[in-house]
């Protein structure tokens, strides 16, 4: 597996599918909820099989010239546990860094705090309830160069 931006129409289109498909859909939420008002000023991943065939996505923006934020990380259910989301996150770290962030910031779903944790990421507190339902935490992590 490898990390790739999303270049073409139709990578995007897999690259938004699989976003939908892990994050939205599971609660009935429409095509085209899986998008916000930042996706043209943010930076995308995503990691393909040897078949091009899309198997996690993630997202950054900027809140502020020194915090980044980490949204939308989402790896395909039957390749959960196999270190492609470690991958993704890392690469996301990586552009970050790269792009003059020192903090990275991201609201964790609850059974994501460990994979987070053991990246780094210290919880601050809670953050937004996504549809009523999702609880949410503010994870931290300071990046270094
Ligand atoms: C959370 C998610 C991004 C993690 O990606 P992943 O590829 O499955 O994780 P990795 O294989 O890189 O896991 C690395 C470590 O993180 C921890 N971890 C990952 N998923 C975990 C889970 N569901 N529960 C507990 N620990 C978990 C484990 O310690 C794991 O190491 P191990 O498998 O050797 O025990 C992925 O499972 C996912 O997309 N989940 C559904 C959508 C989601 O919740 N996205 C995050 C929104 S905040």
Redesign the pocket.
């Given at each position: 597996m490898k990390v790739i931006e999303p270049s073409t129409a139709a990578e995007y289109q897999c690259y938004y599918k699989l976003r939908w498909k892990?994050?939205r859909s599971p609660w009935q939420q429409p095509r085209g909820s899986e998008k916000d008002e930042l996706e043209q000023s943010s930076h995308h991943l995503m990691i393909v099989d040897a078949n091009h065939a899309v198997i996690?996505v993630g997202r950054l923006h900027f809140n502020s010239i020194r915090e980044a934020q980490l949204r939308y990380?989402?790896?395909a259910t039957a390749?959960?546990?196999?270190?492609?989301?470690?991958?993704l996150l890392q690469a996301l770290e990586h552009k970050a860094t790269e792009l003059g962030a020192e903090y990275i910031v991201?609201?964790?779903?609850e059974?994501?705090l460990?994979?987070y944790h053991?990246q780094g990421y210290q919880a601050e507190g809670p953050a937004d309830t996504l549809f009523n339902i999702i609880p949410?935490i503010r994870m931290r992590k300071k990046i270094t160069p």
């Open positions: 892990i994050l996690a990380m989402a790896v390749q959960q546990r196999r270190g492609a989301g470690t991958l991201l609201d964790a779903r059974h994501a460990r994979f053991k949410h």
